[in-house]
């Protein structure tokens, strides 16, 4: 089956950098998204990895290795206003969206 | 550009009754849409994929004459509730993925949030 592992919650300081993994096994892939999802809101696109390295966008990046079925976001500089669900998503060989449980980053000032 | 209206935010409905839900792409022609429920704290879940002008593929689990779907047009898909119950209440989110889109990407609409009472 399809499947997407991401760690249900982290807790970072303001300020600091946190990073968020993902493994998946999926039937295929056509690439790696990520998304921030605050609470009563529909989640906004954040990244998109389809080769393996990093992409930096901003204070985020994310990072993908297509062999190790693993991407991590990476968030430098961390606000307040980033407290939120992270979730990956792949796109599999349906051009599917298989989605990840979302991880609650909690901000701590 | 790639905006994704929905309508309406929120609804609160009597047990029974229908919910119609409409999902707008307001500057782009969307082949394909896409409906999800969210359940609190829970991820998104697919319900059904549409495509312009065919009937919608549902995914294992939603009844398809329960959640009636069209996608009568490039910028409009609608999600119907019929006979809404309490445990329908959720958060319904559509997306829309745009034809010969760079990365495939889906854009979301803002979400309606159904109560059923």
């Known amino acids: 089956g399809q499947n997407i592992d991401q760690p249900t919650e982290m807790t970072a300081t303001e300020g600091a950098i946190v990073q968020i993994n993902c493994t998946y096994q999926?039937?295929?892939?056509?690439?790696l998204f990520w998304y921030q999802q605050h609470a009563g809101e529909a989640p906004t696109f954040l990244s998109y990895?389809?080769l393996d390295g990093l992409e930096e966008k901003g204070r985020f990046s994310s990072f993908l290795s297509r062999s190790k079925g693993y991407s991590y976001l990476l968030l430098k500089e961390l606000q307040m206003k980033d407290s939120a669900s992270y979730l990956c998503?792949?796109?599999?060989?349906?051009?599917?969206?298989?989605w990840g449980a979302g991880t609650k980053l909690i901000i701590k000032p | 550009g790639a905006v994704v209206s929905q309508h309406p935010s929120w609804v609160i409905c009597k047990s029974g009754t229908s919910v119609k839900i409409e999902c707008r792409s307001l500057?782009?022609?969307?082949?394909?849409m896409f409906w999800y429920r969210q359940f609190p704290k829970q991820s998104l879940m697919l319900m059904a994929t549409?495509?312009?002008?065919?009937?919608?593929?549902?995914e294992q689990g939603v009844e398809k004459d329960k959640f009636l779907i069209n996608h009568a047009s490039l910028t409009l898909s609608t999600l119907t509730v019929t006979s809404a119950h309490p445990e329908d209440s959720s958060f319904y989110i559509c997306?829309?993925?745009?034809?010969?889109?760079?990365?495939?990407?889906?854009?979301f609409g803002p979400g309606t949030r159904l109560t059923v009472l």
């Open positions: 997306s829309a993925r745009a034809s010969g889109r760079e990365h495939n990407e889906q854009f």
């Open positions: 500057d782009f022609q969307a082949t394909t």
């Open positions: 549409s495509n312009e002008g065919s009937k919608a593929t549902y």
């Open positions: 999926t039937s295929g892939f056509n690439g």
């Open positions: 990895n389809v």
């Open positions: 998503a792949v796109l599999d060989s349906n051009y599917q969206l298989i």
